[in-house]
């Protein structure tokens, strides 16, 4: 099986904002039978991301359920973190200088899987690339 790792922004960012270069990742995931995964963590971040929105007003809390549930409907394949993984992402959090591990977690895992990992964060992909050398890390807008 082939995995992808995909952080809590692509998630939400695929249901409330479709691009192009969205549209076209998600293709390449069905059309190469890849199965996107995420460490535990992607759950509790896509509803909190998505809480955010509607406290600011963005979305109503109607349109906020709706959205989590759809995100619910990639089918992410969740995968608990343990101990290991979670020393590496303490580490990787250090080399990159991040005051919390929460990204860390999601590199930690690509790195475990030898998976490509896929994230909506330009400045984190942007660190990874010129940090840490990480040529498995991809920016959504590469696409």
């Given at each position: 099986?082939?995995?992808?790792?995909?952080?809590?922004n692509?998630?939400?960012?695929?249901?409330?904002?479709?691009?192009?270069?969205?549209?076209?990742?998600?293709e390449?995931?069905?059309q190469?039978?890849?199965?996107?995964?995420?460490?535990?963590?992607?759950?509790?971040?896509?509803?909190?991301?998505?809480?955010?929105?509607?406290?600011?007003?963005?979305?109503?809390?109607?349109?906020?359920?709706?959205?989590?549930?759809?995100?619910?409907?990639l089918?992410?394949?969740?995968?608990?973190?343990?101990?290991?993984?979670?020393?590496?992402?303490?580490?990787?959090?250090?080399?990159?200088?991040?005051?919390?591990?929460?990204?860390?977690?999601?590199?930690?895992?690509?790195?475990k899987?030898?998976?490509?990992?896929?994230?909506?964060?330009?400045?984190?992909?942007?660190r990874?690339r010129?940090?840490?050398?990480?040529?498995?890390?991809?920016?959504?807008?590469e696409?």
């Open positions: 099986m082939s995995y992808l790792v995909i952080d809590a692509v998630a939400v960012k695929s249901i409330l904002s479709a691009t192009d270069s969205l549209s076209a990742f998600w390449k995931v069905d190469e039978n890849i199965t996107p995964c995420a460490p535990r963590l992607w759950l509790s971040e896509t509803a909190s991301a998505i809480r955010s929105l509607a406290f600011q007003k963005a979305i109503s809390a109607d349109e906020a359920e709706e959205v989590l549930r759809t995100i619910h409907g089918r992410i394949e969740i995968i608990n973190e343990d101990e290991e993984l979670s020393l590496r992402a303490l580490e990787l959090a250090g080399k990159l200088g991040q005051s919390k591990a929460y990204d860390a977690f999601y590199l930690a895992l690509a790195e899987l030898v998976a490509e990992f896929w994230t909506a964060d330009e400045r984190l992909f942007n990874c010129k940090d840490l050398k990480l040529s498995w890390v991809h920016w959504i807008g696409l």
